[in-house]
């Protein structure tokens, strides 16, 4: 016992680093798997013109999104996965609420969020351009019950404002001024 007492506390901060380690390597894709599935879509606003693309790639322990904008003034606009995958001008309002399997409140900020479908603002810098390369963990995008895309597919919107990350139920954002729709097979 008094070896096992002595060698314990050397063992235990082992232990962390390696049940860290597999998050911190899948987040940079740094020798892990690649996609199992990728799916991309176009925002577009109301009158057709492109503002950007996103690109969804499932990964062993989420799905990572890459955003790329352009042509917007500078500023913070909220970005969300939307539940239905109908971009329906000149609203949006098609593509209805932010997609959230578990039922909670909106907001990373708000004590019963935030929806899966959250995302942080995307920055737009002076030359009207910005992009974002975020991980969700646990996402899945497809063949599963609560996937992302289900039967009537799903959406990501670019809103006129950014997000408050907590106000029930869409963070305050203003006006959808893009969205993008995801299906299989596109
Ligand atoms: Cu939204
Ligand atoms: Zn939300």
Known sequence: MRRLALILPLILPLLA???CAPKAESL????GA???LMLSTRLL?????SLGEVE???MADGAQLIATVKGLPAG???MHLHAIGRCTGPDFTSAGPHYNPAAKQHGRDNPMGAHAGDLPNITIDAKGAGMANIMLPGLRLAGS???LVDADGA???LHARPDDYRSDPAGNAGSRIACGEISLGK
């Open 17 to 19: 680093v390696a049940a």
């Open 45 to 49: 606003t109301a009158d057709g013109n």
């Open 76 to 78: 913070d606009y909220a």
């Open 145 to 147: 019950e609560g996937a």
């Open 34 to 36: 690649p996609p199992s």
């Open 56 to 58: 969804l790639l499932q």
């Open 28 to 31: 940079g894709r740094v020798g």
């Open 155 to 157: 959406a990501v919107v």
